[in-house]
């Protein structure tokens, strides 16, 4: 089924930027940011003050600088009653915002009324020299200062003046021209970051047996389980069938864990004394730093450990230590890769440990470019404003790009670079809009602009992609398309041998074939992995905040939408559409459309009878000029957001209602019983689609259970039969017999069923026994 193309304003669109510009050839080092335009700045960083004059009355002064440019004026902090002040700041202004020919400094000192002049130094803009990377950073001068009058004043200031570009060290941490709105307070939140996922672990926990209780109660049979606790998590073994002082369980229980492990693991021993009722009849605290890490399938060596007890006696809660033990079998599996992220747009697949990572296959670079057309996601002093930044995650490595402000059209040019261990792999680039510049309250979010992913393998090694990306965000009023971002992409082979060879690998490590976990426990576990990512990382500082990680982890991706549903039946139909295909090619071969090609495939059938060994060379053949023919057509843009593939263009307002309701819904009872009924007259279809597939089993199950002992005879008859033919006959004669059959022409057919096909269908099933 070929579906149509989406609309035009959602396509991908290929652009032809001025990169590279400024690159020395042949200079490894200095190419580093060869798939960004390179954005000019002037640099000023001012290090240190000596023998400033004081300028109160006491004597003393409050200095601080201000560095004006034009209409550009940046100000370091002021300090108290200090002559020889050092601030180590760095103020960038952007080369195409410059209006001035002459770059001001000033030292001034800080006064309730109006601040003091103590000194300025000038200098002339077409004689500040340009720094290239790798060159070392400009060496600090001292200045003598000046009056304004040009007369030489009291006090000298240090500083560095150079012209260089985003690639300069001294650029993510710099005070920019473009954010001169933003206040001190707010300037941590809108520059540029790395980030790094916590190292993540899977913690298992084999409870073998407890042994030595003591119930309270010593005239029941103790109901006794285990329930462990790592941080937020907690699991419960189920009831010990041995219902004694010493009860056995032999079960696991899994944990996902982050480095530096911060809570130890909990355990308890509890007794079911009634409904709603549990007895804990001892504690243990095991801190994960002693843990034993495991790397392979061996067992880890089991332990015993005492159980403690806490009473309460006059109020006031003593320990008791008695010979309650239990025995655990414990370890940290660092042959797992712990899944943070959605299965199919997974970015990593290395397991835990790293002695079993395999070397790197390459390197990707990403050129964070621009973007255009973007919407106004807030309202500033009556009016829309968007502060966009750009948030990138390949790996364990995110990226954040600085938040230009107040833009609809961003230039960030920002450079990064990932080693790539794997190309099945997914790199996932998202725009939000800073929602913490301008005195956001605690309670307001970075809102989602929109987000892009890529499969490495679906690149060329060391071809530059340009495209511009559209900004894709589904609404419950609908897809809307929020803008354009322009990246540059490029994936670099190291080893093309051991990027083939890894094909042959197994997706994830070992482990997770040797010793499987089920889906639900992947489930649990992949949720709370992307807990702990997303509280790390908002604790970070600036923090990259927990709506952000979860809209690049998909966090909500395995909820049911019915758009979504839709959208996956058709991707099937699309998938058996080929096969749908071959059979309606040869049904037109069989009633003789095509007399021509039904004669060569008559020729051809006869062929392969009598020279059986030329079916498979034939077969792999024909596969071959097939992928041969379609390279022609080969995909020449990565993929993209697709919304007629993902049914957000047609998608009904109520489907898109219901997918964004919360989870337990909030919506009022008669929209939730419509939907219900609705879900129910799907699940109906389902049902009897499933009933259809269980009968025609059954029915073949039928043909040798005697349960229609007349079709049974029939059909043991038949085979008996059979058997003697096909030893007589040779396999070649009765394939040539049954081919020229089914290929018979029109005129010797009849539009009735065949006679196979009615006794299949005259087989019973076991439907007549359903209630």
Same mark, same amino acid.
């Given at each position: ?40 700045? +002037?640099? /000023? ?5 000596? @023998?400033?004059?004081?300028? *109160?009355?006491?004597? &003393?002064?409050?200095?601080? $600088? ?92 240090? +500083?560095? /003046? ?5 690639? @300069?060290?001294?650029?993510? *941490?710099?005070?920019? &021209?473009?954010?001169?709105? $933003? ?589």
């Amino acid at each position: 089924m070929q579906k149509p193309p989406q609309a035009v304003d959602f396509a991908l669109k290929e652009t032809s930027p001025n990169i590279g510009a400024g690159a020395v050839s042949g200079d490894k080092l200095s190419s580093t940011y060869d798939l960004v335009e390179q954005m000019q700045y +002037l640099y /000023v960083r001012v290090v240190k003050a000596k @023998d400033l004059p004081g300028k *109160d009355v006491t004597g &003393s002064c409050d200095p601080y $600088v201000e560095v004006k440019l034009g209409n550009y004026k940046g100000i370091t902090k002021h300090f108290e009653k200090k002559s020889n002040p050092e601030w180590n700041q760095v103020f960038a202004f952007s080369k195409e915002r410059i209006q001035a020919s002459v770059l001001e400094v000033y030292v001034k000192d800080k006064d309730v009324v109006a601040d003091d002049l103590i000194g300025r130094a000038m200098f002339d803009l077409n004689e500040i020299p340009k720094r290239i990377p790798p060159d070392s950073p400009l060496a600090p001068q001292w200045y003598r200062l000046e009056d304004r009058k040009g007369n030489k004043a009291k006090g000298e200031l240090m +500083l560095a /003046v150079w012209m260089g570009t985003q690639a @300069d060290e001294a650029f993510p *941490d710099s005070w920019h &021209s473009d954010a001169a709105s $933003v206040g001190p307070d707010a300037v941590s939140n809108i520059r540029s970051k790395v980030y790094l996922s916590p190292k993540l672990w899977y913690v298992r926990v084999n409870v073998i047996e407890a042994q030595d209780l003591v119930p309270t109660d010593k005239t029941r049979f103790p109901e006794v389980f285990v329930k462990a606790v790592l941080g937020n998590q907690a699991l419960r073994t189920r009831v010990s069938q041995s219902k004694t002082i010493n009860p056995m369980w032999n079960e696991d229980l899994m944990f996902v864990a982050a480095e530096p492990f911060e809570e130890p693991l909990v355990l308890s021993v509890e007794d079911r004394v009634g409904s709603n009722k549990d007895e804990t009849l001892g504690k243990c605290m095991i801190p994960l730093h002693i843990v034993q890490r495991r790397l392979d399938h061996r067992p880890v060596n089991s332990r015993w450990l005492n159980l403690e007890k806490h009473v309460i006696v006059d109020g006031e809660k003593k320990e008791i230590k008695f010979a309650s033990r239990i025995h655990l079998r414990i370890c940290l599996e660092g042959g797992y890769h712990v899944l943070d992220e959605s299965t199919h747009y997974s970015s990593d697949l290395r397991p835990t440990a790293k002695q079993l990572w395999r070397p790197s296959i390459g390197i990707l670079e990403l050129g964070i470019l621009s973007a255009h057309g973007l919407m106004p996601m807030k309202t500033k002093d009556g009016r829309g404003t968007t502060d966009a930044y750009c948030v990138a995650k390949y790996g364990q490595k995110w990226i954040r790009t600085r938040t230009i402000v107040d833009n609809f059209m961003p230039r960030w040019n920002e450079q990064y670079t990932w080693e790539v261990f794997d190309t099945c792999t997914v790199i996932t680039v998202g725009v939000f809009d800073n929602g913490h510049i301008h005195g956001g309250a605690g309670g307001s979010k970075d809102s989602r602009i929109g987000k892009v992913r890529i499969r490495l393998s679906t690149l060329e090694a060391d071809r530059v992609y340009t495209h511009s990306y559209p900004l894709l965000v589904l609404h419950p009023s609908g897809v809307k398309k929020t803008g354009e971002i322009q990246l540059a992409l490029r994936f670099t082979c190291s080893s093309l041998i051991n990027m083939l060879h890894m094909y042959s690998h197994p997706l994830l490590p070992k482990m997770h074939y040797i010793h499987p976990l089920s889906v639900i426990q992947l489930d649990v576990l992949r949720h709370q992995a992307m807990q702990i990512v997303s509280m790390r990382l908002s604790r970070a500082e600036p923090p990259l905040r927990k709506e952000v990680v979860e809209y690049m982890l998909d966090v909500d991706s395995h909820m049911w939408s019915m758009r979504r549903s839709k959208a996956n039946f058709f991707r099937i139909m699309g998938v058996l559409s080929g096969l749908i295909a071959v059979g309606k090619w040869f049904d037109q071969i069989c009633y003789w459309r095509n007399p021509l090609t039904s004669i060569l495939i008559h020729i051809l059938f006869i062929i392969l009878v009598l020279y059986p060994e030329l079916i498979l060379p034939t077969v792999f053949l024909y596969l071959f000029l097939i992928g041969i023919w379609n390279f022609r057509w080969r995909p020449r843009h990565p993929p993209h957001m697709d919304t007629r593939l993902s049914h957000a263009d047609a998608a009904h307002p109520d489907e898109l209602d219901e997918e964004f309701d919360t989870f337990p819904t909030s919506r009022p009872s008669d929209f939730v019983r419509m939907r219900y009924d609705r879900i129910r007259s799907i699940a109906g279809r389902v049902q009897t689609v499933i009933g259809d597939l269980a009968t025609q089993g059954e029915r073949f199950q039928s043909l040798l259970s005697w349960r229609d002992p007349r079709a049974t005879t029939l059909f043991v008859t038949f085979c008996l039969v059979a058997a003697l033919v096909l030893y007589v006959t040779p396999f070649q004669v009765i394939a040539l017999l049954t081919g020229l059959y089914v290929l018979r022409h029109p005129r010797f057919r009849h539009k009735l069923p065949s006679t196979p096909l009615n006794f299949f269908r005259r087989l019973p099933a076991r439907s007549d026994s359903m209630l």
